[in-house]
Every structure is written in structure tokens, then in C-alpha cells.
């Protein structure tokens, strides 16, 4: 993981102010937790830091790279929506590896990186069922 920082990032849409300035570093390995009211601009935060948005004015920089213009992909950085979307007709795992698979990564690193996550969230015993089984 590299270190995130937002600076200066606002976020103004049909001239409603949706962030305003905000700062924040968060450290190479650091686990930070987002919170507040609904439509304090939590989302919209973690949309601009994933590429999803762009920011009407700041900087966004991951590993000290400034990527405020570069896209989604580029960014190498994951987001997992509240109201998840799964492909139903794939399995966990497959659902899991993904987007790494679109990524190219060959399918042995795959298989490891999905199981390395399934081990850190504790559904390594899951990998195998459909969504609709979970």
C-alpha cells in the first residue's frame, strides 16, 4: 500500500458545494475509517481518491505520484460500494480476482492475491459459493 493525500480537494457540482478543502494523509499501511452524516461527502471523498470523480480544485497523490488526472485504472486503487454489486454467476473467488484478471495479472499471482485477501478477511471457506449462496 503507498500513502494517500488529498490536498486542497473540493468538489463543487450544479453549484453546490459538495467537499470543501479537505487535507488528509493517510500513512503507507495506516487503516483510517471515514465518518460522518449522511451526505457529508465521505463518498464523494473516496470516489475522487479511486478516480470516479474528479476534483473541481486540489491535488490527490498516492506514493507521492500526483494522479489527480489520471484515470481510474491508472490509479491502481480498489473501491467496494456499499450496495455491492457481485456477479452472481461467478464464485467468490472469481468475483475476488476479477480485477486482476482485467489487469492482466497472470493467473498464479491471482490465485495468491485472492487468497491472501480471503485469509485477511477470514472467507478463505467461502470461495467456492455463489453470491446467492453466501
Known sequence: MAEVQLSGVGKHFDGIRLLESLDLIVDDAEFVVLLGPSGCGKTTAL???AGLER????RVLIGG???TSLSPRERDVAMVFQSYALYPHMSIED???YPLKIRGVPGRDRVSAVKAVA???EVGHLLS???RQL
Open 47 to 49: 470516489r475522487i481518491i
Open 129 to 131: 459459493r455463489k453470491p
Open 55 to 58: 476534483p473541481t480544485s486540489g
Open 119 to 121: 485469509e485477511s478477511l
Open 95 to 97: 468475483n475476488i480476482g
Open 65 to 67: 505520484k500526483d494522479v
